[in-house]
């Protein structure tokens, strides 16, 4: 269907542009941190510390989620969990959301109403709030998200901090939404706890600001895979990485989920992105926080390898490969 097709009552072309904000705007309860919601030319954030940290993700159907395979409830809560993941990373807490939305004129309305309520429901998970967006018609559903957040008085932790003889370690899942994809490409729907974690993401939102106390030189989420973003971390802090696969636990429930698709679980655990864990260093072993697993070490030199040899097949998923 052309972006404008005919109209419909049931459609967003039918509902029109100022009606479509209006359903999504109205009714929602603002943090305390939103001074000015939506409904103006730009919202006003509060900015505790005098600071904002600010990312952006794109989400585009079909390459980031499909909508036979979610709910847009579940696609909202996604678009927003994977931009506050970025937030946490730099030991933030996400405090505002800014929404941009591309859909073709013949898309159900309630599909963004469901699609506002699920980014409202993760948004919830971490305190935040929508406070602005953009909706226009285009081909296929896009997502474009910023999320903004705050320091609240610490150094943001960077991905060029890390120094030779710090400690790596993790913080949520890992493999979990590959296994998911690996599931949901094949045709199934089940086991719903992977295919539920491709769905949606459980970033560790807390862990960031956590990771940030306990003295992380590095951090990242990993969006694209363990060693693609760690090797982020070993690029930008001009060291490499070196991780022990007997610290990397591979879930029985991925192991069975493994076997029954003829898969390799380590693969995943290594490469599979979309979980939003955070990864961090960590300067003292004793200092790695509760709920963080050790997986390895900073060590001389550049890149990531896996008990000292490096990895034969892609890092992760990167776009236009
Ligand atoms: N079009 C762009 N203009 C400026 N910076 C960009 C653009 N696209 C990506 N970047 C920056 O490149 C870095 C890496 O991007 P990306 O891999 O998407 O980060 P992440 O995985 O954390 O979302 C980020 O700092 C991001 O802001
Ligand atoms: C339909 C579909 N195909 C493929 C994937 C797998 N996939 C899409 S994007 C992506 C990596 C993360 O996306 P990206 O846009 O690179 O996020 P960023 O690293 O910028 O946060 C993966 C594993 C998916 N989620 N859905
Ligand atoms: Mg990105
Ligand atoms: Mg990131
Ligand atoms: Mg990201």
Redesign the pocket.
């Known amino acids: 269907m052309r972006p404008d097709a005919p109209q419909n009552a049931d459609t967003v072309a039918g509902v029109g542009e100022f009606g479509l904000i209006r359903r999504v705007t109205q009714g929602r309860i603002q943090p305390p941190s939103t001074l000015l919601g939506p409904g103006d030319d730009a919202a006003v954030v509060a900015a505790p510390d005098g600071r904002v940290v600010a990312?952006?993700?794109v989400l585009v159907e079909g390459v980031h989620f499909r909508l036979d395979w979610s709910t847009p409830e579940q696609v909202g809560r996604k678009a927003v969990a994977?931009n506050m993941a970025?937030i946490a990373?730099m030991g933030a807490t996400p405090t505002a959301l800014l929404v941009g939305l591309g859909c073709p004129a013949d898309t159900p309305a309630t599909l963004v109403d469901e699609l506002s309520a699920g980014m409202w429901q993760e948004a919830a998970v971490a305190g935040a709030g929508v406070v602005g967006g953009d909706m226009v018609t285009c081909e296929t559903l896009v997502i474009s998200i910023t999320a903004l957040g705050s320091l609240n008085g610490a150094a943001p932790v960077t991905r060029a901090g890390a120094q030779v003889g710090d400690v790596v370690a993790v913080c949520g899942r890992l493999g979990w939404a590959a296994a998911g994809l690996a599931v949901l490409g094949r045709g199934f729907r089940s086991p719903v706890a992977v295919v539920g974690a491709q769905r949606v993401p459980e970033p560790p939102y807390a862990a960031g600001p956590q990771a940030a106390a306990a003295g992380a030189t590095a951090m990242?989420?990993v969006?694209?895979g363990l060693l693609a973003?760690l090797g982020?971390i070993a690029v930008a802090s001009g060291i490499g990485i070196d991780l022990r696969t007997d610290l990397l636990e591979v879930h029985p429930r991925l192991q069975d989920v493994a076997s029954a698709l003829g898969a390799d679980p380590r693969h995943w655990v290594l490469t599979g992105g979309e979980d939003h864990a955070l990864a961090a260093t960590f300067p003292d072993p004793r200092g790695v926080p509760e709920g963080w697993r050790t997986i390895g070490t900073v060590r001389h030199g550049s890149g990531v390898t896996v008990d000292g040899i490096a990895y034969e097949k892609p890092a992760g998923w990167e776009h236009w490969r």
């Open positions: 990312t952006t993700d994977v970025d990373a990242v989420d969006s694209d973003d982020h």
